[in-house]
């Protein structure tokens, strides 16, 4: 394991689309696209496409509606785009609602943290839910094909440009599953500020859930009531199931 290099971009604005190039890339969005995104794949849907504006997702929704109706998913503000089906709480996301279906989803910084790294090797999506099988998963693909080990990169997206606690604690607690030693900066402080946070605790989910509603994303939550999303965000190790994006297609899948 110590042959592969893993790098955290704390957020992803500014990044250089070349820093991810050939890597495997995990875009981080605690809250909540990722953790919406691995709870709706779970849930049974079909497909999650991201797109980087309303007017895009409502162009893809129909595009694709000729295969049965889409759903359409996201927030602006944290509240649900005026038409759209759903909103991005994970909650909303159940089975009853999401199986069988096909969803095109765009949120403010998740989607566009996909967007940002094109020339990845693969993209995949990793939240707390989520962070021991895609922890797993990353760790098969740089490894895949042979040659020499491709790093991995841990993309959070943040909110609006600045760097979010609740996604630096996502990014070291894959770390942490990985036993990742060979770690840039970034990565070596959000391993440390993930451990530091459960330390002692019988529930991890527990300090997680205090954490996330201290962070700038949890803070924005609670001011519109979306208090119950943190304690969702925070199931860590739940859903043990690894979203990737087809680059062919544009949509997220379960990924075997
Ligand atoms: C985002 O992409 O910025 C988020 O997921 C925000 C949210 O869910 O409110």
């Given at each position: 394991m110590d042959r592969i290099a893993w790098h955290c971009h704390?957020?992803?604005?500014?990044?250089?689309?070349?820093?991810?190039?050939?890597g495997i890339v995990v875009v981080i969005d605690v809250l909540r696209a990722s953790t919406t995104i691995v709870t709706a794949l779970a849930n049974g849907a079909i497909g999650v496409r991201p797109e980087l504006s309303p007017d895009a997702a409502r162009k893809a929704a129909k595009a694709a509606s000729s295969g049965g109706e889409c759903l359409l998913g996201g927030e602006r503000g944290g509240l649900r785009i005026d038409g759209f089906d759903l909103g991005n709480a994970p909650r909303d996301y159940h089975r009853q609602a999401v199986a069988g279906r096909r969803i095109v989803t765009t949120t403010t910084n998740g989607t566009a943290a996909v967007a940002a790294?094109?020339?990845?090797?693969a993209i995949l999506v990793g939240a707390l839910v989520n962070r021991r099988a895609v922890a797993a998963r990353a760790l098969e693909l740089a490894l895949a094909g042979g040659g020499p080990p491709r790093p991995i990169h841990l993309v959070c997206a943040g909110t609006d440009g600045m760097v979010t606690e609740e996604d630096v604690l996502a990014a070291g607690a894959i770390l942490d599953a990985a036993g990742a030693?060979?770690?840039d900066d970034p990565a070596a402080a959000a391993l440390e500020r993930f451990r530091r946070t459960v330390r002692?605790?019988?529930?991890?989910s527990v300090p997680l859930a205090a954490a996330l509603a201290d962070s700038r994303g949890g803070k924005n939550l609670l001011a519109i009531g979306m208090a119950a999303d943190i304690g969702d965000a925070a199931a860590i190790d739940t859903i043990p199931v690894v979203p990737r994006l087809d680059r062919g297609t544009g949509w997220f899948r379960l990924d075997p």
């Amino acid at each position: 394991m110590d042959r592969i290099a893993w790098h955290c971009h704390e957020c992803f604005h500014g990044m250089q689309e070349s820093e991810t190039a050939g890597g495997i890339v995990v875009v981080i969005d605690v809250l909540r696209a990722s953790t919406t995104i691995v709870t709706a794949l779970a849930n049974g849907a079909i497909g999650v496409r991201p797109e980087l504006s309303p007017d895009a997702a409502r162009k893809a929704a129909k595009a694709a509606s000729s295969g049965g109706e889409c759903l359409l998913g996201g927030e602006r503000g944290g509240l649900r785009i005026d038409g759209f089906d759903l909103g991005n709480a994970p909650r909303d996301y159940h089975r009853q609602a999401v199986a069988g279906r096909r969803i095109v989803t765009t949120t403010t910084n998740g989607t566009a943290a996909v967007a940002a790294c094109p020339q990845a090797e693969a993209i995949l999506v990793g939240a707390l839910v989520n962070r021991r099988a895609v922890a797993a998963r990353a760790l098969e693909l740089a490894l895949a094909g042979g040659g020499p080990p491709r790093p991995i990169h841990l993309v959070c997206a943040g909110t609006d440009g600045m760097v979010t606690e609740e996604d630096v604690l996502a990014a070291g607690a894959i770390l942490d599953a990985a036993g990742a030693t060979r770690v840039d900066d970034p990565a070596a402080a959000a391993l440390e500020r993930f451990r530091r946070t459960v330390r002692g605790a019988t529930d991890a989910s527990v300090p997680l859930a205090a954490a996330l509603a201290d962070s700038r994303g949890g803070k924005n939550l609670l001011a519109i009531g979306m208090a119950a999303d943190i304690g969702d965000a925070a199931a860590i190790d739940t859903i043990p199931v690894v979203p990737r994006l087809d680059r062919g297609t544009g949509w997220f899948r379960l990924d075997p």
